[in-house]
């Protein structure tokens, strides 16, 4: 059984608090673990393409962004290294994005778990890092090829990455919890996740710098994966371009708040998850 | 040892809202609800928003000694999941508590969590692990899980090729080895091969017995429950109405049956006066014929050309028998202000063990007259004239139990082309 001693007492009653949530997230770590675990054995198991499936979304999206904005809208001109650029951007996207879809849709697909085992329900929209992080690694390797064919080795940075990826996580997490909550009681909400990744697509900086536009780059922080972005590339381009404080902060504001509030709601309606779903 | 209780329930309630309509399921539907909510309020005043509540338990207090087995009985929709969901804490009650003192471990499905694709090996820690299982509680077990099961050569079959009654072994075999100290258990049994159930029973029991386990335990096999049970609690419509000895509760889940008549349809031409002979059919044995005498009473004026319609309906609600007045193509007079006994006498229904209601509908060209569900029927023994070999027959699942034969013959080798 689990390994920490049980409270002695369990206490159920109406609108109480569990006393212990966080106490039973950590117990559940293992439950967290083999659900990752299912989702990216049965991703890679059911998909004959595999790995390639992985490569092929931000493949292209590198592609059509390279030459929409590295060619005919001329901004990377004097820079043959302008598809890594682009690269830098779809990386932390593709995280978000994945993360995102996951979470969002995660409660609904596992109704049946929800509706007869009691466990922190938080445990699955997190589970989405599993299937999200794999993929990432598999990007991270073709941008480290990339890297290698232009020469363009990144820096000492590269040891904040982890950071700025936990970054990525978090405000995927956030607006993740929102979604996959309101999608228990009002199935439509399963709609909003393609349009907002679409739109999300061409808001974040991705076939471009945000430093070609000062004037916008405090507006553009709004949204907070561009703070994420920017940080990728200056993590990984190794360029001498300043880390821009004022929109990582606004950046980080925003998705902060998206994570507490989503937490918040998550937590308030979690309890009646299992009457609804 | 101690004297505090397992689990202490204490005027529990759970209360669902059904919506007028169906609750709305898109944003768009309950944004719509909202804006002509508010349209009706303005224009008739205030009018509450009217919600119907459903209160699926009701003031239910119990208390469960560390080490006991304890039966949940009830009819369908009597509150027996729900309760079971609160206690397992997949759902808050709405009022009143519960005290659970101890590792709970429930098992309100086979197989909760099963994926058709992954293996039977990986199913087995995937299962264990929401079951409440830790990953090296389950690799120690594993090979006495896969033994029990009896699944080794499939084990790296993806569960999806499974038979279904691999499938349900495997999750039997994970489930049994749980080792909470309060297990709540679903009618789980239900499913699974007759002498597995067995094994799983025999294992519960066992582990009851020897190692102080408390066990909660829902079920419709009153002989299950009568071979496990200390104690049983009966449910009835949300509310506890009996909790105590196995024999006496049994007897009066039985006898609820005869209380429980619920009148459909009533108009003033034709009343129900009861079931004559429910004595005689209290303990029948499958394979004989059936007679059900009943009394109707004609009201102020006669009816012609009279169609009756009678059913019998099993405990799972499932209509087994529908015999209709027009297939004999019948009418029937009934005198005003008269009494008639109508006699409706079934060839061999071969009915399963179980108990069984009776409904009766009345209708004249015009219009409906009489409808009458749940009137308490019989009770079908799990014997019958049918297998005189068998002394208990309670392990067959379908809704009847017909005289059968079984025999191999060898097969005609394929001609060579």
Redesign the interface.
Known sequence: ???VE?P?????????ESRHYWRDLWRYR??L??LAW?DI??RY??TTLGVAWALLQPLVTMGIFSFVFGVLAGMGRNDPTYPLVVMAGVLPWQLFAATLNGASGSLVANS????????PRLIVPLSAFGVALVDFSVVLALYAAMAAWFGAWPGIRILLLPGFVACALLIALGAGLWLTA?TVK????RYIVPFMLQVGLFLSPIGFRTDVLPNWRDLLALNPMTGVIDAFRWCLLGAPEEFYWRGFATSMGVGLTLFVTGLWYFRRTE??F???I | MSSVPAISVEQLGKRYLLGHQARPDTLRDSLAEGARGLLRRWLRGAAREEREEFWALRDVSFDVARGEVVGIIGRNGAGKSTLLKVLSRITEPTSGRAVIRGRVASLLEVGTGFHPELSGRENIFLNGAILGMTRAEIAGKFDEIVAFAEIERFLDTPVKHYSSGMYVRLAFAVAAHLEPEILIVDEVLAVGDAAFQKKCLGKMDAVARHEGRTILFVSHNEAAVAAMCGRVALLESGRLVAFGGVADVLQRYRSSWQEALALRIATPWLAWAGLLNRSELEARRGGEDMEFRFRLRGGTRSLADVEIDCALVNERGEMVVHSRSRHLAQTHRIPANAAVDVVYRVRQPNLAPGNYSLTVYVRDREQELLWVDDIPACRVLPTSALFPEVPYLGDARGATLPAFTLRLESAPEAAAS
């Open positions: 059984m689990p390994p049980t002695a007492e369990l206490i159920l009653e109406a609108g109480r293992e439950l673990g083999f299912r054995k049965v198991k059911q049946h778990l929800v509706s007869k085992v009691y466990f309101l009002y199935r439509d909400f309890r009646s299992a009457d609804v």
